[in-house]
């Protein structure tokens, strides 16, 4: 497959669009944050067949954490405590999202870096994605280009921002293992915590920012932190994409409350929000391919994120404190 985006690689369309109809260019963008090209290289080799649809335990599982690692230290991102990888034990277990297995017998590896925030007031933002995917059935490769290859890409140019633009609080760019096997990476943050979660005032989590179908980026959790709403609103207002909130009940829609990793500090108490788009005719499919990937859009998805979360950034402190006051409610 031929990696090509639309505006680096304008000279070669010609020849490009003759074999690949699908991904014909409506418009372009140039992120003014982040580097588009290392960032669909990368979307592109983590959802390549080589990788065998990352599950979590599998040999290429190991590939996908090699490649998000080496991404971090070209960035000069700082691993939480001796090393990136923090890896754990995981089991068949459901509800409630934050209790232990009853007989943990499979493995995985959370990848966990940090850049220090300028203020140094050990307050804390956790950017989260997960790499897995769903591995191979029946033969067939289940790339999980949008889930969740796109979330991951999206927290690593989020690092590559903040390293060159120094947050004022901790930033903390985590990549859960296992999300597709009862979230099994990020019950492990919450139960065997590499940091204090009595610092983390919001978790911002990516899961499905890719496919823009419908040109909506929506934002879930607001309907329980309400203070959120004004802050996400105001980014909305310049982002290149549509950002909607809902899907966290009340609006009459599903509720995506407890259907990713950010349902784990939802159930402690950390407030979230959760970035994704709708369920596409790709979702959960062995279709779910770069390729099958509006690549304009998906930069532009990602400029957003970016956004959102330099702006809670400059929030954290009150954001912080609206956390602490529902404690002590
Ligand atoms: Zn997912």
Same mark, same amino acid.
């Given at each position: 497959m031929d990696m090509f985006y639309k505006g680096v690689g304008a000279v070669l369309l010609g020849g490009l669009v003759a074999c690949s109809p699908t991904s014909t260019p409506t418009d372009t963008f140039s992120p003014e944050h982040f580097s588009a090209e290392p960032a669909l290289q990368l979307f592109e080799t983590l959802s390549s067949d080589e990788l065998q649809g990352r599950q979590a335990g599998g040999a290429e599982s190991a590939d996908a954490r090699a490649l998000i690692i080496d991404r971090l230290e070209a960035l000069g991102v700082s691993p939480?405590?001796? $090393?990136f990888e923090h890896p754990f034990k995981y089991g068949p277990f459901r509800a409630p999202e934050t209790g232990t297995a009853a007989s943990p017998d499979k493995d995985g590896v959370n990848v966990i870096g940090m850049i220090p925030g300028?203020?140094?007031?050990?307050i804390g933002m956790v950017i989260s994605a997960h790499y897995d995917h769903l591995g191979v059935q029946d033969g067939e490769i289940f790339n999980g280009a949008d889930d969740n290859a796109s979330g991951v890409v999206g927290v690593l140019a989020i690092a590559e921002h903040f390293s060159k633009t120094t947050p004022t609080h901790d930033i903390y760019f985590v990549f859960f293992d296992a999300e597709e096997d009862g979230f099994g990476g990020a019950r492990n943050f919450i139960v065997?915590?590499?940091? $204090?979660?009595?610092?983390?005032?919001l978790n911002l989590n990516f899961d499905m920012v890719s496919r823009g179908d419908n040109g909506i980026l929506w934002a879930s959790g607001t309907h329980h932190w309400p203070d959120m709403v004004p802050r996400v609103n105001a980014v909305a207002e310049t982002a290149p994409v549509t950002i909607e909130l809902g899907y966290d009940q009340g609006d009459g829609r599903e509720d995506w409350t407890l259907l990713s990793d950010h349902a784990v500090f939802f159930r402690v108490g950390i407030p979230h929000i959760y970035f994704g788009v709708e369920d596409h005719p790709d979702y959960h499919k062995p279709t779910d391919d770069f390729e099958n990937v509006d690549q304009t859009w998906f930069l532009k998805s990602v400029e957003t994120l970016i956004m959102m979360s330099e702006a809670m950034d400059e929030d954290l402190s009150e954001i912080f404190e609206m956390r602490q006051g529902t404690l002590e409610d």
């Open positions: 939480v405590g001796a $090393s300028s203020q140094a007031d050990g065997d915590p590499p940091v $204090s979660l009595d610092t983390i005032a």
